[in-house]
Nanobody
Framework: QVQLVESGGGLVQPGGSLRLSCAASGTMFTLYYMGWLRQAPGKQRELVARIFTGGSTYYLDSVKDRFTISRDDAKNTVTLQMNSLKPEDTAVYYC????????????WGQGTQVTVSS
């Protein structure tokens, strides 16, 4: 079993920056990918960014060049640096990880609110 603890989020003005972090803990697990999804009111959940073992990344087109995802495998953490935030980035952001061991499993954080508004 893996537990995810998210931090960061909050209220920021358009053009501002926020940093989301997620720490995974548990016993004897191997992570494949770590990432962030978001869900705005009335919209489907969408994948924002993901980083795989080895460092390859995926970004949603609308956040490319504004968001940067990174991971620290020694600490089992993933961070999403969000710059030049726009009102349309407002959503609940969820940390998501996938493990290879001890089982192939998907885990989710509890979600953290990001609000971009003047």
């Amino acid at each position: 079993q893996v537990q995810l603890v998210e931090s960061g989020g909050g209220l920021v003005q358009p053009g501002g920056s926020l940093r989301l972090s997620c720490a995974a803990s548990g016993t004897m697990f191997t992570l494949y990918y770590m990432g962030w999804l978001r869900q705005a009111p009335g919209k489907q959940r969408e994948l924002v960014a993901r980083i795989f073992t080895g460092g390859s990344t995926y970004y949603l087109d609308s956040v490319k060049d504004r968001f940067t995802i990174s991971r620290d495998d020694a600490k089992n953490t993933v961070t999403l640096q969000m710059n030049s935030l726009k009102p349309e980035d407002t959503a609940v952001y969820y940390c998501n990880v996938y493990t290879l061991t001890p089982t192939y499993s998907d885990y989710w954080g509890q979600g953290t609110q990001v609000t971009v508004s003047s």
